[in-house]
């Protein structure tokens, strides 16, 4: 049972580029979320999805994010117009149905996003 | 609101020695409370986790944490520190019974020294 996938493990932009990150959850799994990890800081919250709908955008900043996690295939963080403030190692997380989850997320590998 | 509060940023412990990371949460709910650690460059893994029932929580690598209500604590700890621990590590808080977001605490760097 392979874990999280995401891609591109690392990301290159210039500044006023678009990126697109990309998670694949576990088999299995319909909730997903993003979350964004400054350097020398913590994991912060930006997204939860469920299939083809967004749960919970309260971290997601007001302008240039967007996420989306269609009925079939992989759930897509999108920033536009990206500046240097964005440089971030951005991680997914996927938790599978019902109760007994118990509210475990289970991490993907990350994607580093550089903006020159 | 949730909130964890994770005391000292950097930890260093000699090899062998009590391993202890502290942590601290707010919650208008009974809590679930997770560690993860997190080794350079790579995804988070999860260590053990709290959600209600054992109040001493054991968990991969010999680590263990205990539940304190009265405290709001969640500390982790391991008897003995080994070179493998040297690592960052996240306490977090989430709400029983449905899925939603963590919250994390700014984590702390466990250096184990010879």
């Known amino acids: 049972n392979a874990g999280v996938m995401q891609n591109p493990r690392h990301l290159v932009r210039r500044r006023g580029q678009e990126a697109r990150l990309r998670c694949s959850p576990m088999?299995?799994?319909?909730?997903v979320y993003w979350y964004r990890q400054l350097p020398e800081e913590g994991l912060k919250f930006m997204v939860y999805l469920q299939k083809e709908n967004i749960i919970d955008e309260s971290g997601m900043p007001k302008e240039r994010f967007s996420a989306e996690f269609p009925k079939e295939g992989p759930s897509i963080l999108r920033i536009q117009q990206v500046v240097r403030g964005d440089s971030a190692a951005y991680f997914c997380?996927?938790?599978?149905?019902?109760?007994?989850?118990?509210?475990?997320?289970?991490f993907g590998p990350g994607t580093r996003l550089t903006v020159l | 609101a949730q909130s964890v509060t994770q005391l000292g940023s950097h930890v260093s412990v000699s090899e062998g020695a009590l391993v202890l990371l502290r942590c601290n949460y707010s919650s208008s709910v009974p809590p679930y409370l997770f560690w993860y650690v997190q080794y350079p460059n790579q995804g988070l893994q999860l260590l053990l986790k709290y959600t209600s029932a054992a109040t001493l929580v054991k968990g991969i690598n010999g680590f263990e944490a205990e539940f304190k209500k009265s405290e709001t604590s969640f500390h982790l700890t391991k008897p003995s520190a080994h070179m493998s621990d040297a690592a960052e590590y996240f306490c977090?808080?989430?709400?029983?019974?449905?899925?939603?977001?963590?919250?994390f605490g700014t984590g702390t760097r466990l250096q184990v020294t010879l």
């Open positions: 997380a996927s938790s599978p149905e019902g109760p007994q989850s118990l509210n475990e997320q289970f």
């Open positions: 088999k299995g799994h319909s909730h």
């Open positions: 977090a808080v989430g709400k029983p019974g449905t899925a939603s977001k963590l919250t």
